[in-house]
Structure formats: C-alpha cells, structure tokens
C-alpha cells in the first residue's frame, strides 16, 4: 500500500446538493459550500505536512471533474503545480450507469428500496453500472502499481470506502470489505495498517451524495 496515504473525499457538488445521481459521465461542479469544503481541506493538509515536517508526497485524483476541482484548491495550498496532478481511472466512483443525472427520489420510485440504509450503500448491482467487487478489482489494480509510494488521493464516497476497506478493514458486503462513511471534505491518513482522520469534513455523508 501506498505508505502513508491520504485519502480525500472531494467537495460538494451541485448533484450532491440536488440528491442527484453523478457517477462518471455527469458534469457537476463544486458549489459554493464545496468550494470552501476544498480549501479547508488543502488548509488542514498544508497544516498537517507544515508541522509534521513530513515530505508532500504526489497528488493523484479521479478525474472527474469535481475531484480535479477539488484537487486544484488543494494544490494550491500545498504549492502543488496542477500539471503534476496525477489522473487515474481506477480512482473514479462508482459507475452508475442508467441512473446518471437522476434523481434519486424518481429511482427510488421506480426501481423501489435501491439503498441499504443501515450501511449507505447500494443494495444491488446497478443497471449498466458497477458494484463493490468492480471498484475492488481496479482499487487493486493501483496499489499494485503504486508499489508502496507515498500519496494524497482525491477521491469519491463510495470509492474511498472500498479503497479504505482494502487497507485497514471494514464490514464486508457481498465479500467486500468497506469501511465506514465519512462526509464529503473529510481527509484519512493511512498508515502502518491504521487510519486517522486528519478532517471532517463539513459535507453530507451516504450514498445519495456519491
């Protein structure tokens, strides 16, 4: 694994705010809320790697536009150059397929209770879209070629959760392990087999906000 990892869930978005669908084919950038969710998260990480005097290692995100918002405040802050921003793929969120840009309510309507409400996840494969052993299978696929390196990672909710899970545990749904939720903004760090949280971020939590 990555060593040590911080991973950041990005900001509010104008889905997020309007309980949307985003996945991945979705344009939605940061609303106001988010934009200041992003600065304090690259205001906590400037802090963290100021008084820690640990080396700021590369930052990776999904690229999606709201994690290279996200990504683009925080560079900012740590004096990263936006061009050594890292892009990957396998960092994405979860694929949502024919659910894209809809509202949740109107699916929820249609295709009745999509949500494990108790654990904030989604209850079944979606349709053209991924589950959690799809997100596993890529995740994997990263740290194997991240090979140990150091990283900040702006990432999604649902993505995140499972990359967490792989790396110091979570319950497992449908044999995958995932960690708990924690709200949009909000920083880990993951060493030594263990996490810290570094923020909280000021954002919702859950599935409806992915």
């Not at 299978?137 to 990672?153: F, N």
């Amino acid at each position: 694994m990555p060593e040590p990892l911080y991973l950041a869930r990005h900001a509010e978005t104008v889905h997020n705010r309007a309980r949307r669908m985003q996945g991945n084919a979705a344009v939605t950038p940061l609303t106001l809320a988010g934009i200041r969710q992003a600065d304090a998260m690259g205001a906590a990480l400037a802090a963290h790697f100021r008084t820690s005097g640990e080396p700021v290692p590369p930052l990776w995100s999904s690229p999606a536009p709201r994690a290279l918002q996200t990504a683009a405040i925080v560079a900012d802050h740590l004096g990263i150059d936006w061009f050594a921003v890292r892009q990957d793929a396998r960092l994405r969120e979860i694929e949502v397929g024919h659910w894209t840009g809809r509202d949740y309510a109107e699916i929820i309507a249609r295709e009745g209770p999509i949500l494990d409400e108790a654990r904030r996840l989604f209850r079944m494969p979606i349709p053209g879209g991924e589950h959690y052993a799809d997100i596993a299978a890529r995740l994997a696929d990263w740290l194997a070629d991240m090979a140990g390196a150091p990283a900040i990672v702006i990432s999604h909710g649902m993505t995140a959760r499972v990359l967490r899970g792989l790396l110091v545990g979570g319950l497992p749904y449908e044999g995958v392990p995932i960690a708990e939720d924690v709200p949009q903004g909000s920083i880990v760090r993951i060493a030594d087999g263990a996490e810290t949280l570094l923020l909280t971020g000021a954002g919702s939590i859950g599935p409806r906000v992915a």
